[in-house]
């Protein structure tokens, strides 16, 4: 085994575990909009993380540079609520629950507090995938090291002339996501990861919503192109839909080798640089890296650094024991659990979904190119073959969704009506 694919294996195996509870990880982000049109003003939105601290007995767990508090956690339930990369999107990270509604009550009591702050300046939380000001805005990450060295690193695809990459390397300050994160054991992690992997089609008809203003673009999900276009996309194997389903663990590690390192720290500097390969990482000498001021130095790689490695994979083997669902666009406000519903009953009722995918009539009819089965089902207008095709697959698999949650006997399944009326035709 090469020393990198065993650095993975370390980071990203040591915490699942034989037969976890399962647990649910929720985290929304969401744009802070002004109701008027105008750009979101971003003091409006440091006061409200102030403001926060002692109206829902948060305390400080982040601050920026100016000692404004960018990320809030609640002791007890370990909420969080912090923005994401920019001052116009603010995020809530969730505590690990038994059952969403869990999530969905402490949710409310803070968007209701929320909402009446920003509405004293005509500004509130909406539920968009991508900001709807974002070209008006005030883009620039939060005052933090991660925030900055990651918008730096974006920007390092202006200068990227062997690929052709999108011209919004901002995007990190205004797109939005709905992830939600569930347990997984040592046998089923690479079931889930293979199922879901099919899934993609189904999901981006569900829940397209970051349709872009900015390009002429042919689809209702242009995260993905941030994404797949961007610096993050250098290699295909980092980001989106995986490109194969796995045959076994190595078969997943070995892919997972090809995806990119592209930040490390030394003395408590954080560095970014031109993303490598992890399977070429340690067996470069020396990296040409910068700080977050701009200066030029050489780094050697070290294996600590694989510590840093993160990749955005829509289904994310995480180092929590968990994974990660990622492809999903920031909801409308009164479907904002519909994903995490979806998501939950199709991993409890994983043997049906199994089955049934293997002889699904979606794929004997479109193919099983995953990649390009989530592009060709987020267009702006499809088919009238593409259109009953992916409903009756999408109906299908709410069917089998469905009847997970039942057998979880938590009455989750009211979340699932929302994508049950957008396949009403």
Not at 23 to 51: A, C, N, Q, W
Not at 289 to 310: C, I, S, W
């Amino acid at each position: 085994m090469s020393p990198s694919i065993q650095l993975l294996k370390n980071r990203y195996l040591k915490n699942i575990k034989e037969n976890p509870d399962l647990y649910i990880g929720i985290e929304l982000e969401f744009p802070i909009v002004h109701t008027k049109g105008k750009p979101t003003d971003i003091e409006v939105s440091k006061d409200l993380m102030r403001f926060l601290v002692d109206a829902l007995s948060l305390e400080v767990e982040k601050e920026d540079q100016d000692c404004n508090p960018i990320q809030l956690v609640e002791p007890m339930s370990q909420d969080r609520i912090l923005f994401e990369v920019s001052y116009t999107t603010l995020e809530f990270a969730f505590g690990k629950v038994k059952s969403i509604q869990e999530v969905e009550e402490r949710f409310r009591a803070f968007m209701e507090v929320i909402q009446e702050k920003l509405g004293e300046k005509d500004h509130a939380i909406q539920g968009w995938g991508i900001h709807p000001n974002w070209d008006i805005n005030d883009n620039r990450p939060v005052a933090y090291p991660r925030y900055q060295m990651l918008m730096d690193y974006l920007k390092m695809g202006n200068n990227q002339e062997s690929v052709s990459l999108h011209d919004f390397p901002q995007y990190g300050a205004f797109i939005c996501g709905s992830q939600v994160q569930l347990d997984v054991s040592k046998s089923n992690y690479l079931r889930v990861i293979n199922a879901f992997t099919q899934l993609e089609a189904a999901k981006a008809y569900l829940f397209a919503n970051s349709q872009f203003s900015g390009a002429e673009w042919d689809t209702l999900i242009s995260r993905d192109i941030f994404w797949e276009d961007s610096m993050h996309g250098i290699y295909p194997e980092n980001v989106g839909v995986n490109a194969k389903l796995f045959k076994d663990e190595d078969d997943f590690f070995d892919y997972l080798d090809h995806s990119a390192i592209f930040t490390a720290e030394r003395d408590g500097e954080t560095y970014y640089f031109s993303p490598i390969q992890a399977r070429d990482y340690l067996d470069t000498d020396e990296i040409t890296a910068y700080t977050l001021n701009g200066k030029e130095t050489l780094l050697v790689p070290q294996e600590k650094d694989f510590q840093m490695h993160r990749s955005y994979q829509f289904q994310d083997l995480t180092t929590r024991g968990t994974v990660e669902f990622r492809s999903v666009c920031t909801q409308p406000l009164d479907r904002t659990f519909s994903s995490a519903a979806f998501h939950l009953g199709l991993l409890v009722n994983l043997d049906k979904l199994e089955i049934y995918l293997e002889t699904a009539p979606f794929f004997e009819r479109f193919g099983r190119d995953y990649k390009s089965l989530r592009r060709q089902f987020s267009k702006k207008q499809l088919s009238d073959e593409e259109t009953a095709g992916i409903v009756q697959f999408s109906r299908d698999l709410l069917a089998i969704a469905e009847q997970g949650l039942k057998m979880r006997g938590q009455q989750e399944m009211a979340y699932l009506e929302p994508l049950k009326e957008k396949l009403i035709l």
